[in-house]
């Protein structure tokens, strides 16, 4: 079992930034990756931002490149997506997910094994 908790949303105008974090225990030794994923009312689970456990390669959704970073400490099992330059289409809930092996289409919530809480994040006009 892995457990996965959010933290770090919350409420920011446009044009700001913040930094969520997804710290992970239990199984933390075999997995292929973490993902973000973000999902606004209404509308379906969104690929944002992807980091693979060993070898750290990043991935991001077109609608993030510049603005978004993944990054990971792996001595504290944790993830950090740093959201710079918010604009409010991006509120959202945002979800950390663990996937704990390869899948062809890593971008998909289908991919992932594990699943945070989320964490809200409403950015204002």
């Known amino acids: 079992q892995v457990q996965l908790v959010e933290s770090g949303g919350g409420l920011v105008q446009a044009g700001g930034s913040l930094r969520l974090s997804c710290a992970a225990s239990g199984r933390t030794f075999s997995w292929y990756g973490m993902g973000w994923f973000r999902q606004a009312p209404g509308k379906e689970r969104e690929f944002v931002a992807r980091?693979?456990?060993?070898?750290?390669?990043?991935y991001y959704a077109d609608f993030v490149k510049g603005r978004f970073t993944i990054s990971r400490d792996n001595a504290k099992n944790t993830v950090y997506l740093q959201m710079n330059s918010l604009k409010p289409e991006d509120t959202a809930v945002y979800y950390c997910?663990?996937?704990?092996?390869?899948?062809?289409?890593?971008?998909?919530?289908?991919?992932?094994?594990?699943w945070g809480q989320g964490t809200q994040v409403t950015v204002s006009s």
């Open positions: 997910a663990t996937a704990l092996r390869f899948s062809a289409d890593p971008d998909s919530s289908a991919a992932y094994d594990y």
């Open positions: 980091i693979t456990w060993i070898y750290g390669r990043l």
